[in-house]
């Protein structure tokens, strides 16, 4: 009790630096006896002042704080008021009655402001009163507030309220559109549908959005039904309300008559300047548009900016291809600019049709590089066997890498045509090494006994490039039958051989690993990158049979092996490396150090928890942070280290 007078004698002090420790203390201790004064500090011109008492206010809360903070909303100080309004927004709850008893206040300001904050309680008590105010106060500003509040609140039950509401004048109206909108009752659709006929062009705009916004199947007959009489703005909204309540594959639902009329509105709606309703055009002709409508998309397509639009164009693409094809796309493929082209040829991409992908072949030749890219690339998705021929015979006759190296999926990836091995084999000396690393997936995906001799063949070459090649292959096609080949490869006098055959070994490395004694001489391999390698395909070995080799791989000569070693054991949280991970907190090197540090945290157990706890006596901050956040992780996973 001492200690509430001390607070309640420090409010009253003339100094804002006790005032604010004061108004704190009050807050956390919840004093309802500091309540006026804290009111009365709401006032001061100190902004620290004003922000501690504002803060405890909201901290007690209660009747007691509504009911004295009320009264600061008939100051004519407007930032007073605003800050009084957004107290009462947070604790008002707590007094509703104080709250509904001024939505009859002499004051219009005062019926505003209550309306407002009655939007926030988040309770259905305030529904009531709100709509008393929105159908029977005198103030437009009153009415206009409770209907945003009702909104704000979503009860269902304000909906009938709020359909009366919707004869009042029309910025009212504004507000009770939205409102309905949130709440989406069913009685309001009939309500909103019945305003359209007394509405101006900018409620019905409103009120027809609203009806999309909602969802709500019945409005569709309604908004049907208007499309011909409304005016051009009008209706482009009405098309775009349908589109979203039934979404596009529903418009097919509509009868033959109803659809023909629906899509030629569709069509106009596409020339709207809002996006929005472009976009629901473009929607709604993907299921129900024809020729003309293939027309028209690629068209519009062809102004976006596919970096800007690019979210934009892929619906115009999808909806081109549900179409499907038509002479319209197949004008654009032959003769249009070169965006458009590509557009096309993308919608044709995501159809199943021959007829197109037979175009896309006779039309190849004739286009730029840009457009063979883009053709090549859904060719080679779209085509079947038939289109052999015309791959061979781009392998045989273009230069462009990325035409090539679709040609070289088709043929090895797709189809896996066996009978084209000589061609794809061939391109393995090309000088590009994109187009040789698809010649070499292509090659292994025949999975050809011819194609696994060849490269047995490769194997003794003495280009390097060619044994990698092999060796890479010869892994892929089968490590059992290959072994000697692999085996011997690990002894390249080139060490990315040597890793690839390392890679090769390791294939299928789940529990058990047979091949461990061929590998790990490895690990003592001249070079750093086949050292760095070998540590990473053991460490992601399963079995406990690896960790003497990742053991080993701690007295490396280098810290980037080492790191890779301890970051093995981490993950594995196997405590078989503790020891040696302890041995490592004395390193020369801040990174093993380190590393180590988080291993130990990873692993836990009582030794590495002691460990931890030695380190955070170095004078190395660190060090000292690092082994302070490893110990907190075993601590909370084990319980101090137990």
Not at 49 to 62: C, F, K, P, S
Not at 89 to 113: K, N, S, W, Y
Not at 418 to 438: I, T, W
Not at 601 to 627: N, P, T
Request: proline letters at 3%.
């Amino acid at each position: 009790m001492s200690e509430h007078i001390d607070i309640m004698k420090q409010l009253n002090s003339s100094e804002p630096s006790e005032i604010r420790e004061a108004a704190f203390a009050a807050g956390q201790a919840k004093m309802t006896e500091a309540i006026p004064l804290l009111a009365g500090h709401i006032r001061s011109s100190n902004l620290g002042v004003q922000e501690a008492a504002d803060r405890a206010l909201r901290q007690i809360g209660g009747d007691a704080v509504v009911q004295a903070v009320v009264p600061l909303l008939r100051s004519d100080d407007a930032p007073l008021r605003n800050i009084s309004m957004d107290i009462l927004r947070e604790v008002g709850a707590h007094d509703l009655q104080t709250l509904i008893d001024l939505l009859h206040d002499d004051d219009p300001d005062i019926r505003i402001f209550m309306s407002d904050i009655l939007g926030t309680s988040d309770n259905r008590i305030a529904v009531a009163p709100l709509c008393e105010a929105l159908l029977k106060d005198p103030e437009v500003n009153v009415r206009y507030q409770a209907a945003v509040s009702l909104g704000t609140l979503g009860f269902v039950d304000a909906a009938d309220c709020l359909n009366k509401a919707m004869k009042d004048e029309e910025w009212v109206q504004f507000s009770v559109i939205e409102a309905l909108s949130k709440i989406g009752a069913d009685s309001s659709v009939n309500a909103l549908a019945r305003a359209l006929d007394t509405s101006s062009d900018l409620v019905g705009s409103m009120i027809v959005e609203a009806l999309g916004e909602m969802g709500n199947i019945k409005a569709v007959s309604v908004l049907m039904k208007r499309l011909d009489s409304s005016p051009g703005p009008l209706r482009n909204k009405i098309v775009k309300a349908i589109v979203q309540i039934l979404g596009g594959k529903s418009l097919n639902l509509l009868v033959d008559k109803e659809r023909d009329k629906f899509r030629q509105y569709l069509l106009a709606a596409l020339e709207d300047e809002d996006e929005d309703i472009q976009d629901a055009a473009v929607l709604g002709l993907g299921y129900v548009g024809g020729e003309k409508a293939s027309a028209e998309l690629l068209r519009l397509a062809s102004t976006l900016d596919p970096d800007r639009d690019h979210e934009r164009l892929l619906a115009f693409v999808q909806s081109i291809a549900s179409i499907g094809f038509n002479p319209a796309l197949e004008n654009v493929v032959r003769s249009g600019d070169e965006f458009s082209v590509r557009i096309a040829v993308e919608a044709i991409l995501h159809m199943e049709d021959k007829a197109a992908v037979q175009l896309l072949m006779d039309e190849f030749w004739n286009k730029s590089r840009d457009e063979q890219r883009a053709i090549i690339h859904a060719l080679a998705e779209k085509a079947d066997e038939g289109a052999k021929d015309f791959f061979l015979d781009v392998l045989e006759r273009h230069r462009d890498g990325n035409v090539l190296k679709a040609a070289l999926y088709f043929l090895g990836e797709r189809i896996r045509s066996v009978e084209s091995g000589d061609q794809l084999f061939a391109m393995l000396e090309h000088p590009y090494d994109d187009v040789k690393e698809a010649a070499l997936e292509a090659c292994i995906a025949l999975e050809d006994p011819g194609m696994v001799e060849r490269f047995r063949f490769y194997h003794n070459s003495p280009d390097p490039i060619q044994r990698m090649m092999a060796v890479y292959a010869l892994g892929k096609l089968g490590v059992d039958e290959n072994l000697e080949i692999l085996t011997a490869a690990l002894e390249d006098e080139v060490p990315d051989i040597r890793k690839i055959a390392l890679e090769s070994l390791f294939q299928g490395c789940l529990c058990d690993f047979d091949r461990l004694a061929l590998v790990v001489p490895r690990l003592h391999d001249e070079n750093r990158e086949v050292r760095l390698a070998l540590v990473d395909l053991i460490g992601g070995c399963t079995s406990e049979g690896v960790e003497p080799y990742l053991i080993e791989a701690l007295q490396d000569t280098d810290d980037w092996v080492i790191v890779r070693a301890i970051e093995a054991f981490g993950k594995r949280r196997s405590k078989s490396g503790v020891p040696n991970l302890i041995e490592l907190l004395e390193s020369t090197s801040p990174l093993v150090r380190l590393k180590a540090i988080e291993a130990l945290g990873e692993i836990g157990g009582k030794a590495a928890f002691r460990s931890l706890l030695a380190l955070m006596d170095s004078g190395d901050q660190e060090l000292q942070e690092a082994a302070q956040e490893a110990a907190e992780k075993i601590r909370q996973n084990e319980g101090e280290g137990e």
